[in-house]
C-alpha cells in the first residue's frame, strides 16, 4: 500500500487526505532483481521483478505478469528473455530446462527460439528483451498502477497522470538498471567495450554479445578483428536476419576474405572509401548515421580523398551541409541525379568544412537556397529544349558552374518566377484545365488551423504568390512525379501560415508511404512552431484514414499522365514557357553566360 506522503505527492497539497484511510498495514515486498550463483549450465542469472529467493525457485512479483530473465550460459552465451506469465514461480527445474533449449540453439533465430520457449512453458508472449531500458520501464509503471488501484485507501474519483506514474516508478528502473550492470559486471568486459555495449545505457542487445560465439576458433578470430576495423557494421556483421548483400558480407568475414574488398562489394564503393571508413565510429561520424549509412560510402564516392572529413569538428560541418545538399540532388522521388552533384560536393568543401557557413554568406545563399536548387536545374532544361538547346550540351553547361555560383542564380530565378507569376494571376492567363486527386476531399481541421490540399495549377500559383515562394512551379511535380502540396492556413481569415510537399511512395508494399519533402513559411523561411505541429498530426492522420484502394487510384492516374506523351508535351508548351518566359530566363542566364551555350 502506497504511503500517505506518496499519494499525496501525488494529488497535491489541495487534496485532504484523511489519516484514517491511511491506517498502518504490511508493506508488499518491493520489486527487485534476484541475481543466481552458477550451477546446472548456468554461470549467472537475472530475474525481475521479484519478491524472493526460494531454495526451488524464484518468486516474481505477482503484481504485473511481465517477467525478464537474464541468463549467462555454461557456454559464455547470453540471453535475454522478456515474457509475459499468468504463473507467478519459476523452479530450478524449469530453469534448467531454458537453459538446455537456450544452449541448443546457437545457429538458431533469436524469435524462434523465444516462441518455442513460450509454447513449452504456457507463457502469454516471449521476445528480446535486448532493449532493457524501455522494457523496464513498461513493468516499473504497471507496478506502480496496480499498487495504487488495489489500494483501498485510494479515491479513484482523482486520475493519475503519466508524469506521477513515470516519477514513483523510477526507485523500480534504478533497481532493475542496477541488477543489469551488476549482471554484466561478469561478463567478458573485452567483448562488451568490441561489440559497444553498455549495460548502464539501458540496451543491451545480446546477440552482438554471442556473435563472437563460433565452434571454430578461426572464424571467432575473423569476427573479432572485422569489429575493430569495421565498427561501424557491428549491426550488420550481428545481424540474425540479414539481406543478400549483408548474408555476403557475414559469409566473407567467417571465410577471413580482405574485409576492405568485402566491405567495398557490399556498399558497392571502391575500395578506397572502404580503406577510409575503417576504425571509424559513430562517435567520431555522427549518430545520425546509424539508420542510413549505405548513402555514407556513395556520398564519399563523389568527393576527392584529399577533402574527405578527418576530425570531429570536420564531420560535424559535413553532417551539417553536406548531407543536406547531397539529399537535395541525388537521384530519388523519379528524379536523376543532379549533373553537377559530384562536381558541386568538390567546390564546395575544397576551402575546407570550416570555410562554408562564411562562404555562403558570401553569396547571399541559405540551405534552402541549395534545397530548391533542382526546381532550377528542371526549369533550366525545359528551357533548353524551348531554344533547341541539346540536353547533353545542357548539362555540360551546368557541371562547368560552381555550386554556389548557380545556387545564386537559382535564387534570382526564384524571385524572378514569383514576379512572373503574379503577373500572370493579374492578367487571367492561366489555365485551369489541369486537376490531379489528393489524399483528403476537404481541408482537414485541427484547433484553429487547418490543411487544405492544393489540386490545380492554379491553387498552387495562388499560394506561390501569397507566400511568395515557388510552389507555383510544382505542377508538372504534382501531375506526373507524385508531388502533393498542401496549405496550413487559419480557419477564420483563410490566410496560408505555410506550405508542405508530401510524395507518395512508389513502393506498394511500403508501410509509410508518405515522405515529407519540405516544408516552408512565407519567402521560404521556417514555417511556425505551430504549423510544424499540425503537420506531424495530419501525417498521423494520413497513415490511420487513407485507403489502400485510394493509394493506388493516385498512383493509377498518375502513372497514366506519365505515360500520355501528348500530356506531357502540352504541359512543356504551355503558357508558362511564353515568349516573355523564353526572353526573361535567357536575361536571367546573362549573369552566367557559360548557360546561354554560347
Request: include cysteine; charge should be negative.
Amino acid at each position: 500500500m502506497l504511503s500517505q506522503s506518496e499519494i499525496q505527492a501525488l494529488l497535491g497539497s489541495d487534496v485532504p487526505i484523511t489519516a484514517a484511510s491511511h491506517m498502518e498495514t504490511q508493506q508488499k515486498v518491493p520489486a527487485s532483481s534476484i541475481a543466481l550463483a552458477a550451477g546446472n549450465g548456468l554461470r549467472q542469472v537475472l530475474a525481475l521483478p521479484t519478491t524472493k529467493l526460494r531454495d526451488d525457485g524464484i518468486c516474481f512479483d505477482t503484481r504485473v505478469s511481465g517477467r525478464m530473465l537474464w541468463l549467462e550460459l555454461e557456454s559464455g552465451a547470453v540471453w535475454g528473455i522478456y515474457f509475459r506469465s499468468n504463473g507467478s514461480f519459476l523452479s530450478c527445474r524449469d530453469l534448467q530446462r531454458i537453459c538446455q533449449r537456450l544452449d541448443e540453439a546457437r545457429f538458431e533465430q533469436t524469435s524462434k527460439v523465444l516462441s518455442h520457449l513460450a509454447v513449452m512453458f504456457g507463457w502469454i508472449s516471449a521476445g528480446d528483451a535486448g532493449d532493457f531500458k524501455q522494457i523496464c520501464s513498461e513493468i516499473a509503471e504497471d507496478i506502480v498502477k496496480e499498487t495504487i488501484h488495489a489500494d483501498r485507501g485510494w479515491n479513484h474519483q482523482y486520475l493519475l497522470t503519466d508524469a506521477s506514474v513515470r516519477s514513483l516508478s523510477q526507485p523500480y528502473i534504478s533497481q532493475f538498471q542496477e541488477g543489469l550492470v551488476s549482471f554484466a559486471a561478469s561478463l567478458d568486459q573485452e567483448r562488451l567495450q568490441l561489440v559497444h555495449l553498455d549495460p548502464a545505457g539501458g540496451l543491451f542487445f545480446f546477440q552482438y554479445y554471442n556473435y563472437l560465439l563460433h565452434p571454430l576458433e578461426k572464424v571467432c578470430r575473423n569476427r573479432r578483428q572485422a569489429l575493430q576495423f569495421y565498427p561501424l557494421l557491428i549491426s550488420t556483421f550481428c545481424n540474425e536476419e540479414p539481406d543478400h548483400t549483408a548474408r555476403r558480407l557475414q559469409h566473407g568475414v567467417d571465410l577471413g576474405n580482405p574485409l576492405p574488398t568485402a566491405v567495398a562489394d557490399y556498399f558497392r564503393c571502391s575500395k578506397t572509401v572502404a580503406k577510409f571508413l575503417t576504425e571509424k565510429d559513430l562517435d567520431l561520424i555522427g549518430n545520425q548515421w546509424l539508420c542510413h549509412l549505405n548513402k555514407l560510402p556513395k556520398i564519399l564516392d563523389l568527393i576527392r580523398p584529399d577533402f574527405w572529413p578527418r576530425t570531429a569538428e570536420d564531420w560535424e560541418c559535413f553532417n551539417e551541409w553536406v548531407l543536406p545538399i547531397y539529399d537535395s540532388l541525388d537521384e530519388k522521388w523519379n528524379r536523376k541525379r543532379s549533373p553537377i552533384l559530384q562536381s558541386g560536393l568538390n567546390d564546395l568543401v575544397k576551402e575546407g568544412y570550416q570555410r562554408i557557413p562564411a562562404r555562403l554568406e558570401k553569396y547571399n545563399i541559405t540551405m534552402t537556397d541549395i534545397s530548391n536548387l533542382h526546381d532550377f536545374e528542371k526549369a533550366y532544361h525545359e528551357w533548353a529544349v524551348q531554344v533547341d538547346m541539346p540536353a547533353s550540351d545542357a548539362t555540360a553547361a551546368l557541371q562547368q558552374v560552381a555550386i554556389l555560383r548557380i545556387t545564386a542564380l537559382s535564387r534570382h530565378w526564384h524571385q524572378w518566377q514569383i514576379q512572373v507569376l503574379d503577373e500572370s494571376l493579374a492578367e487571367g492567363s492561366f489555365d485551369d484545365r489541369e486537376h490531379w486527386p489528393s489524399f483528403i476531399d476537404s481541408p482537414w481541421p485541427y484547433n484553429d488551423l487547418m490543411v487544405v490540399p492544393l489540386t490545380t495549377p492554379w491553387h498552387l500559383k495562388d499560394e506561390g504568390s501569397k507566400m511568395q515562394h515557388c510552389v507555383g512551379g510544382y505542377t508538372s511535380s504534382c501531375l506526373f512525379y507524385g508531388s502533393h502540396i498542401f496549405s496550413i492556413r487559419d480557419k477564420a481569415s483563410g490566410q496560408s501560415l505555410s506550405t508542405f510537399e508530401i510524395r507518395l511512395s512508389d513502393d506498394v508494399t511500403d508501410p509509410d508511404p508518405f515522405y515529407l519533402m519540405q516544408h516552408q513559411g512565407p519567402h521560404n523561411n521556417d514555417p511556425p512552431e505551430k504549423c510544424s505541429t499540425v503537420l506531424e498530426a495530419f501525417l498521423r492522420h494520413l497513415m490511420v484514414s487513407v485507403s489502400s484502394e485510394r493509394l493506388r487510384e493516385i498512383r493509377w492516374q498518375q502513372y497514366n499522365r506519365r505515360e500520355n506523351s501528348d500530356e506531357y508535351h502540352r504541359m512543356i508548351e504551355s503558357p508558362a514557357w511564353s515568349r516573355r518566359m523564353i526572353d526573361g530566363f535567357r536575361e536571367l542566364l546573362q549573369e552566367c553566360p557559360v548557360l546561354l551555350g554560347t
